[in-house]
T-cell receptor, first 114, second 113 residues
C-alpha cells in the first residue's frame, strides 16, 4: 500500500522559532510537493522537487525553504515562524514522466504558531 | 490570470440521488484534469483523471466529463450514500511542466440519509 508519511499531525510553535516539517514516501516517486491549505483559499503550492537536491518555487515560497537530500524525504523549513504561517500543511508525491500523474498525499500537519 | 472555480457553497443531496459538482476554469489549456476527495482533517485522495481528448470517464458510481470548449468539468456521483459526504477538489495541470497541478477550493457534499 503506497504511503506518504508526515512526521507530525499537530504542532504548536512560538513566533520566531525555526520549524521543520518532514515528509517521507515509500513509492520511489521522483516528484514531491509541499502545499498549505487554508479555508477559502484551497491548496496552494509552496515548493516542488522533481529530483534529489532539485527544488522549484511554487506560488507562495516566501518565508519557507526546502531540503531534499534523499529521494524519499522532502523537508519543509520555516526559517522564523510567524502567526500567518498557521495552517494545514500537506506533503504529496507523484511519479515523473507519467500522464497518470495522480498525487498521493500525507495525512497533513496542522501547525499553530503562537 | 489562471483561475479555477468550484461552487464554494455546500451541496446537500438526498441519499440515492445523483450529486453533480462543477469545476470551471479560465485562462487554462490543461492536458488533463483530476478529481480528489478530502475528508475533514485528512489529505486529499485521488479519484479520477480525465485527459483533454476524453469526453467522459467512469469508475464505479463516479463519472467525470471534460468539455474543453466550455472549459468545464462535471463530477457525478450516482446513487449517493452518506459515506460520500466529503469535500471534492478538482485539479488542473498547470503550465510550466513538471506535472504540477493547481487545485480548486473544493465543494463540500453532504448526503442526507
Amino acid at each position: 500500500d503506497v504511503k506518504v508519511t508526515q512526521s507530525s499531525r499537530y504542532l504548536v510553535k512560538r513566533t520566531g522559532e525555526k520549524v521543520f516539517l518532514e515528509c517521507v514516501q515509500d513509492m520511489d516517486h521522483e516528484n514531491m510537493f509541499w502545499y498549505r491549505q487554508d479555508p477559502g483559499l484551497g491548496l496552494r503550492l509552496i515548493y516542488f522537487s522533481y529530483d534529489v537536491k532539485m527544488k522549484e518555487k511554487g506560488d507562495i515560497p516566501e518565508g519557507y525553504s526546502v531540503s531534499r537530500e534523499k529521494k524519499e524525504r522532502f523537508s519543509l523549513i520555516l526559517e522564523s515562524a510567524s502567526t500567518n504561517q498557521t495552517s494545514m500543511y500537506l506533503c504529496a508525491s507523484s511519479l515523473w514522466g507519467q500522464m497518470n500523474t495522480e498525487a498521493f498525499f500525507g495525512q497533513g500537519t496542522r501547525l499553530t504558531v503562537v | 490570470s489562471q483561475k479555477i472555480e468550484q461552487n464554494s457553497e455546500a451541496l446537500n443531496i438526498q441519499e440515492g440521488k445523483t450529486a453533480t459538482l462543477t469545476c470551471n476554469y479560465t485562462n487554462y489549456s490543461p492536458a488533463y484534469l483530476q478529481w480528489y476527495r478530502q475528508d475533514p482533517g485528512r489529505g486529499p485522495v485521488f479519484l479520477l483523471l480525465i485527459r483533454e481528448n476524453e469526453k467522459e470517464k467512469r469508475k464505479e458510481r463516479l463519472k467525470v466529463t471534460f468539455d474543453t470548449t466550455l472549459k468545464q468539468s462535471l463530477f457525478h456521483i450516482t446513487a449517493s450514500q452518506p459515506a460520500d459526504s466529503a469535500t471534492y477538489l478538482c485539479a488542473l495541470e498547470r503550465s510550466g511542466g513538471y506535472q504540477k497541478v493547481t487545485f480548486g477550493t473544493g465543494t463540500k457534499l453532504q448526503v442526507i440519509p
